[in-house]
């Protein structure tokens, strides 16, 4: 079959990998359906994570089921699903409390990589969501943004508590920011305020739900917030980058007692012990344990309740990888949805 | 009037200072009934923080009100009182959500040095508690216990979300500490791991409601917790230290999911980004709002259902303050009371 391996920082080539196949009973294979290129894959691609060797790639995906093992019993061959970012039994008392990214069980499915025509799923029957029937081709690329984007943003949403009566302000504009944007709304934010200094995504930020946009950064960015907040800082924070900048952005623009969800992947982020302690605010965050909120962003997808798969502003062929790793890279997309 | 002042690192007095009096018609005067040593007072008396000239020492105080300015409604001359190491109104938006210690009018009682006979007390309708009737003298080292580490301790514990069917791990053993065990077991926790290495603090651990004991420190702390834990972590763990050693022993002590409570006052401290991201737990601390859980705090005591004054073990009069000092320096004594 055909899959994206990476080589190298900037190398991205589509190549033949052998087709996957049932290997413990709880496996399950599916045909990809569709599968995107994520903001933590240009980490390698820009030399900021260490490759060891060539690497498939890929952690997002929707598909139909091949084939599954002797032992899976919540998914059926032709099932379509919905999966996410770590594989996870669902059973244990780390799942169980919510936190399926964490499971004592968890596989990566980076280390898989489904960036390619088929893949294997593990721990399928805790892992894979099936929708009812077979979704329309309209509403494929929103359950492909359930797996993670969309899981993500909700997840950093629900961490920093927002919520009925709650001002939540999103820093980030990546697809991640834009989704928590949609999430803060849907859990019932009174006020969504949008970092964001990209004409274009406010305007999908604005059409998510954000009532505000604010367009500066760093202290100004805090300062801005706090004036829109009685001087008080936000109730609810998302931080949906990973940098030293934005993640002080994020805590500075909280109030004390307030929540900052933070989930983008904090490279060389350093937090000084005193100035949390000063802050009040409480933090929360890390790899998203998507699976906890798939059944219900399914059933909201599914109802053309939300619209996340907006957030996919190029389409390409999965021949077509090294393309979509330049436009994000580069920033002439947002996030490219690939079909094999 | 008598009260501290320290002078430098090591040189605690006590001397003649000017009587307060009501200056703000929200203020009251009150003479100090009891007065403690708190651990955060050795912090300069180390040469860790630094002192601009002498200062006037104490923020933990109760007594009996003498005069009150014109707008006081809550208080009356003759009422026993209980405030705590920051005055607030108690109004203000940051106040109702329940964090007093960052009110927007917020004034630190260390400011106004309360190891005194008498004490100006700033917005005395939001920060003090009076009792119903006066307090028995034994009633007393309780009442000034919640004053600031009951208080403490009780907050780190709600921070890090004790309750049925969790299990509690407390990192230090100082007065906070000790009362976070309390504080945990009173909150319902099945099972409360104080980690100590001192027989004398141990065993008050135990009176306070401690089920086990972890005397290892440091990476062999946090195996013990996991060992004790199903090799998961602790649901709820409180930092009652402030150093970087005690930090990593309660995050890493932490199941994924589970929540950090940190009281320490966190000097030199520095987190990792990329280790905090992926250990999924909730950090919140900071200054705690001891005038939330005062009213609650008060009754518990004078009903005789909790003794958190047992964390005093000498008590000296108020001009043998420098030997307080000392002995707390020194680790001869867990908490010193002050008697005016």
């Known amino acids: 079959m055909r899959g994206v391996v990476m080589h190298a920082p900037g190398d991205v080539r589509v190549e033949q990998r052998e087709r996957p196949t049932v290997v413990e009973p709880t496996d399950a294979v ?40 002797a032992d899976v019993r919540n998914v059926a061959v032709g099932d379509f699903v919905v999966g996410s970012f770590f594989a996870s039994d669902d059973t244990c008392e780390i799942c169980r409390a919510g936190y399926q990214s964490r499971c004592v069980h968890a596989v990566p499915m980076g280390s898989i990589g489904t960036q390619a025509e088929y893949a294997r799923i593990p721990l399928a029957d805790g892992t894979l969501v ?106 609810s924070v998302v931080e949906a980058v990973g940098t030293q900048e934005s993640m002080m952005q994020a805590i500075r623009s909280t109030r004390p007692g307030g929540h900052v969800g933070y989930v983008g992947v904090t490279h060389d982020v350093s937090l000084d012990g005193m100035e949390l302690f000063f802050s009040g605010v409480h933090l929360h965050g890390g790899p ?10 399914v059933e909201l997808i599914l109802a053309g309740e939300i619209h996340p798969g907006d957030v996919f502003d190029l389409t390409l062929p999965l021949d077509d990888a090294a393309e979509a790793y330049r436009a994000m890279d580069e920033r002439r997309a947002t996030k490219v949805l690939l079909t094999p």
């Open 288 to 297: 998203a344990p998507v699976r906890r909120f798939l059944p219900e962003l």
């Open 30 to 69: 599916i045909r990809v359906t569709a599968a995107c290129v994520c903001g933590s894959d240009l980490w390698p691609y820009r030399g900021v994570e260490e490759l060891a060797g060539p690497t498939p790639m890929g952690h997002e995906y929707v598909g139909v089921v091949e084939e599954i093992g």
């Open 130 to 235: 099936a929708t009812p029937t077979a979704p329309t081709p309209e509403q494929v690329p929103h359950l492909l943004a359930a797996s993670d984007v969309l899981g993500t943003g909700w997840f950093a949403a629900v961490a920093a508590e927002a919520g009925p009566g709650r001002t939540v302000a999103v820093v980030g504009d990546g697809a991640v920011g834009l989704l928590a944007v949609l999430a803060a709304r849907r859990l019932g934010a009174e006020r969504v305020i949008a970092m964001s200094r990209h004409a274009d995504r406010q305007a999908l930020a604005r059409r998510f739900g954000a009532t505000d946009v604010v367009t500066e950064r760093g202290a100004e960015g805090v300062a801005a917030i706090k004036e829109l907040t009685g001087g008080l800082g936000a109730h």
